[in-house]
Structures are given as C-alpha cells and as structure tokens.
C-alpha cells in the first residue's frame, strides 16, 4: 500500500513540482500527498521599520511598504 501511495504522490505532483523546480522555489514534502512550496525571494522581505509591520501609521496607510507591512532589504 505504501508504494501505491508513493506512486500516487510523485504522479500527483510531478507537473507541479517541475514548474517550481524550473523557477528556483524550494519544495518541501511535509507529508505523503501534500507539498509545501517556497519562492527564496521570501527571504529578501523585513518587516517594514515605519509602521512596524503593521501597513498603517497614525496618517493612514504606511507610505513607505504601500500597505504592505514589508519591504526589501
């Protein structure tokens, strides 16, 4: 049964998993039929110094993430 399932998984995802392979992300296999994909470029994002991550500051919307929370380092 377990081979069936590995079969199964690697059939499942194999489109998936090429395309993001193709394109640099990370692909992580928590569990049999479930993945976990992951662009590096995560990596280049801080939480945002001027509204502390939040998006708004007392003037509204932070100016400096466009609301976002995040920004390039």
Do not use: I, K, N, S
């Not at 399932?5 to 995802?13: G, N, T, Y």
């Not at 998936?16 to 640099?24: F, M, P, T, Y």
Request: charged share 30%; hydrophobic share 40%; aromatic share 8%.
């Amino acid at each position: 049964m377990a081979g069936l399932l590995e079969v199964l998984d690697a059939w499942a995802f194999a489109e998936l998993d090429a395309r993001a392979r193709e394109r640099g992300w990370q692909v992580r296999r928590p569990a049999p039929l479930m993945r976990v994909y992951r662009a590096p470029e995560f990596d280049t994002y801080v939480r945002c110094a001027a509204c502390e991550g939040e998006g708004v500051t007392r003037r509204g919307l932070c100016r400096a993430c466009l609301g976002l929370g995040r920004v390039r380092r």
